[in-house]
Structure formats: C-alpha cells, structure tokens
C-alpha cells in the first residue's frame, strides 16, 4: 500500500539540531496529512507536529517555537526541522501518513522509526 521512509536521526548536544524527512510511496491515491510522532522509553506514543494537505499544522505544546513541520507535496515528503534540541525530546521519532491508497479507502500508515538522542 504505503510505504515510509524516515532518515535524519542521530546524536545531537542539548542546543543543537537536526532534520528529519520521511518520503512515502507505494499505492497512493491522495494524502490527507503527514506528520511526526514520537515514542520515548517507558512512555505512550505522542505526537509531536502534523500538516495537512490544506496546510494547516498542529504542534505539541513542547515543540512549539522550536520545531517546524513542512511539506513537499510534489515528492509526497515531510521534513521536521528540530532547533534547540533538548533531552527530553531523545525519543524514537515515526512518521505518519494518513492517505487514500484507492479512491474509496484510506489508512493510517508508519514508518520504522528513527532513534533522536539527545544526552543531558
């Protein structure tokens, strides 16, 4: 159906950056919205910032300011650009397309997950 495929994780000091994408593809027929949600250990998943087809974005009231969730509709690609990283953001980021895979059914889809840590 969808598929997902993030990259951009890695290590980062407290202050620092990073940018994560995730580019879907397979059966897509129309994408309703794309966005990021992450998993600490220990903890339920959350979300953290999400942009729909229309262009509106929600964020996590932890993430706002320093977070920023775009699109490129063209290349069906969400990039989550991270300023300010804080430890408390480690956690393992996914992505998420809720997307028409025919003209009558959608579905939530998720990538693998990548590993964001940040050491206090």
């Not at 794309?34 to 998993?39: I, K, L, T």
């Not at 974005?57 to 069906?76: E, L």
């Amino acid at each position: 159906q969808v598929q997902l495929v993030e990259s951009g994780g890695g290590l980062v000091q407290a202050g620092g950056s990073l940018t994560l994408s995730c580019a879907a593809s397979g059966s897509i027929f129309r994408i309703i919205a794309m966005g990021w949600y992450r998993q600490a250990p220990g903890k339920q998943r959350e979300l953290v910032a999400t942009k729909n087809s229309g262009g509106g974005t929600n964020y996590a009231d932890s993430v706002k300011g320093r977070f920023t969730i775009s699109r490129d509709n063209a290349k069906n690609t969400v990039y989550l650009q991270m300023n300010n990283l804080k430890p408390e953001d480690t956690a393992v980021y996914y992505c998420n397309s809720r997307a028409y895979y025919n003209v009558h059914q959608w579905d939530d889809f998720w990538g693998q997950g990548t590993q964001v840590t940040v050491p206090s």
